[in-house]
């Protein structure tokens, strides 16, 4: 069968299913098939599909309001910007519609709090392993070569550390006397679930207080409830300056924005950062809903509880495989490194009906909806066992 022509240009490796229609944690392709869902569309269907609450209220403001204007004030901003400082602990929100938009911006205010500290080139320090984003600004700060192969000259400015290794962010702190703030994701997740380590959140924090630099988290996969709290730095006990969050805040509704502290939060001001979709009555709806449906439902702790399950059923399933290397992450944001590249476990995966991903090569990533059920954490496991059992017995 060969596929039919696109219009579309071949920017992904697409799997050869349409999705048509979903409910909870279940889709239906357009041949009426149903799979279950344990990507949430890489971590943005925090309420699975088909939410009844979310339905309505997205409805009811479709009926509404969609978009007006940043030109006009929008009351839902300051609902959604409320709701995020109270869960943050942080100050002010800017509203965007995507991950690396947030991060485009994060990576503005760090510039131009370093021009008001008197630098004149100031850098960002970022880390390997990182994934920010496919902007010209935020697939350099991003350590992926794949991603920066062809798009040359690339931003300047950036300074790349070792994910985890204290002592040698200091070093280059000290080289780089220009730096202003320290930027990367809580738990990377393209690259492969590598959580930073409590100890070095909390060093990173330390070290920004006491050489006045930003602390900038990218909260855009492992925020919003994933790890089973708000935020994942929440569980090292500290406080970024700037956080940039997308992915689940708008439970598939296209929904960015940077949350900053005291810091930061007045580095930007009139004239300096804008977009004429970012923070539009839809799109803050679908978060002020997002987050209100988790709250009642206690979505965070359940995040917990399912990511605990799903961890122990795969540690438990895969003990003693040879060719598995690690099973890691936090809540319901978990890899399972294998020995491998393993990209081809896409497509058994979807052939034991089953959505998963696989990220760096050899890490098979699970992020389902945040309403999973304890069944259906054992479905997943159930389905995917077999299928990484029988891939690394191939290997051996
Ligand atoms: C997905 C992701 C981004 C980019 O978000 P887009 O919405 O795809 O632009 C940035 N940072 C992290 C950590 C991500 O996971």
Not at 134 to 156: E, M, W
Request: with cysteine; aromatic share 6%; net charge neutral.
């Amino acid at each position: 069968m060969s596929a039919p022509l696109s219009c579309v240009m071949p920017t992904y490796g697409r799997l050869p299913v349409a999705l048509a229609e979903g409910r909870g944690c279940r889709v239906w392709d357009t041949q009426g098939q149903e799979y279950l869902d344990a990507l949430a569309g890489i971590a943005v269907n925090t309420l699975g599909h088909g939410h009844p609450r979310f339905v309505a209220a997205l409805q009811d403001q479709v009926a509404k309001l969609i978009h007006t204007s940043n030109y006009y004030q929008v009351p839902l901003q300051e609902r959604l910007a409320a709701k995020l400082v109270e869960l943050s602990g942080l100050t002010n929100v800017f509203f965007c519609n995507s991950g690396l938009e947030a991060n485009e911006g994060a990576l503005k205010i760090a510039r131009k709090f370093g021009h008001q500290r008197g630098f004149e080139q100031p850098e960002t320090m970022v880390f390997e392993g990182a994934f920010h984003g496919r902007s010209l600004a935020t697939l350099s700060a991003t350590a992926n070569p794949k991603i920066q192969d062809g798009f040359a000259p690339l931003v300047p400015g950036f300074v790349r550390a070792p994910l985890n290794d204290l002592a040698a962010v200091e070093r280059l702190l000290d080289a780089h006397p220009q730096i202003s703030a320290i930027f990367l994701e809580t738990i990377q997740g393209e690259g492969g679930i590598n959580p930073a380590r409590i100890e070095f959140l909390q060093g990173l924090r330390r070290l920004c207080d006491a050489r006045n630099l930003l602390l900038m988290l990218d909260e855009v996969q492992c925020g919003i409830g994933r790890t089973g709290k708000w935020f994942a730095h929440q569980w090292a006990g500290i406080q970024p300056d700037v956080m940039p969050l997308a992915k689940g805040l708008g439970s598939g509704v296209p929904v960015g924005a940077i949350v900053c502290g005291p810091r930061a939060a007045g580095v930007l001001t009139a004239g300096n950062h804008g977009t004429t979709f970012g923070g539009n009555p839809l799109a803050m709806r679908a978060g002020v809903e997002t987050l209100a449906i988790m709250e009642a439902d206690g979505l965070c702790a359940h995040a917990s509880a399912m990511g605990e399950r799903l961890r122990t059923a795969l540690q438990t399933g895969l003990a003693g495989v040879e060719g598995v290397k690690d099973i890691r992450g936090q809540g319901l944001m978990l890899g399972i490194e294998l020995s491998r590249p393993c990209g081809v476990l896409l497509t058994r995966a979807l052939e034991s009906r089953l959505l998963i991903s696989v990220t760096a090569e050899r890490v098979v990533r699970l992020l389902p909806p945040l309403i999973v059920s304890s069944a259906e954490i054992d479905e997943i496991a159930n389905r995917l066992i077999p299928l990484i059992r029988a891939f690394c017995a191939e290997g051996a």
